[in-house]
């Protein structure tokens, strides 16, 4: 860690626990569940994770149907799924007119009374650095054991905070059942109209 600290801005560990979020019945669209994932460590079969880079999914586990796919334009009939999931994959979005297109294929695919549920780094306000990355700690529990991963990315150029990841979905007709905010780490539950 001491070494990452060296090149990266690295955040406190956080520990999250997962047993107090509720998952509607049905398959679960994973976005950007590359890497460890997570919702697919939770729901298992019940996952569809998608990420638009063949390596991320080739390095996740056996379990959930894997999908290589763009979010900006998934490839789903609309209102096909009761839960979209986004672990730490909104981050790695540069853009915020394609967060916005994530958003927007998220509201299409979900069916009504669905939720889109996000955990990120809440980013409105970057500390004073001269790092030119981030790099977000998390202990995760996911079964009677805890995990640790680590997720880092470059600096955005606009605030990325919880206020404007609401303000996307608020547009899309998507709006807050739950947030919380633990450190620098944030949970939003989103609900379609």
């Given at each position: 860690?001491?070494?990452?600290?060296?090149?990266?801005?690295?955040?406190?560990?956080?520990?999250?626990?997962?047993?107090?979020?509720?998952?509607?019945?049905?398959?679960?669209?994973?976005?950007?569940?590359?890497?460890?994932?997570?919702?697919?460590?939770?729901?298992?079969?019940?996952?569809?994770?998608?990420?638009?880079?063949?390596?991320?999914?080739?390095?996740?586990?056996?379990?959930?149907?894997?999908?290589?796919?763009?979010?900006?334009?998934?490839?789903?009939?609309?209102?096909?799924?009761?839960?979209?999931?986004?672990?730490?994959?909104?981050?790695?979005?540069?853009?915020?007119?394609?967060?916005?297109?994530?958003?927007?294929?998220?509201?299409?695919?979900?069916?009504q009374g669905g939720k889109f549920h996000i955990w990120e780094v809440d980013l409105a306000e970057n500390p004073k650095t001269d790092k030119e990355f981030y790099i977000i700690h998390l202990r995760y529990k996911t079964g009677p054991e805890y995990k640790e991963a680590g997720y880092g990315m470059r600096w955005p150029k606009y605030p990325r905070g919880m206020k404007d990841y609401l303000e996307m979905a608020e547009a899309v007709g998507l709006v807050e059942d739950i947030s919380r905010l633990v450190g620098n780490i944030f949970y939003l539950s989103l609900r379609k109209l």
């Open positions: 860690m001491e070494e990452l600290r060296k090149t990266n801005h690295v955040f406190p560990i956080v520990d999250w626990d997962f047993e107090d979020i509720a998952f509607d019945n049905g398959f679960i669209l994973d976005i950007g569940s590359g890497g460890e994932r997570v919702i697919g460590q939770l729901k298992g079969k019940d996952v569809v994770a998608i990420d638009f880079r063949e390596e991320e999914l080739l390095e996740a586990a056996d379990g959930p149907l894997k999908i290589i796919m763009d979010a900006r334009d998934l490839k789903f009939l609309d209102e096909s799924f009761p839960t979209v999931t986004a672990f730490f994959a909104l981050m790695y979005i540069k853009e915020k007119d394609d967060q916005i297109k994530v958003f927007q294929e998220v509201a299409r695919v979900l069916k």
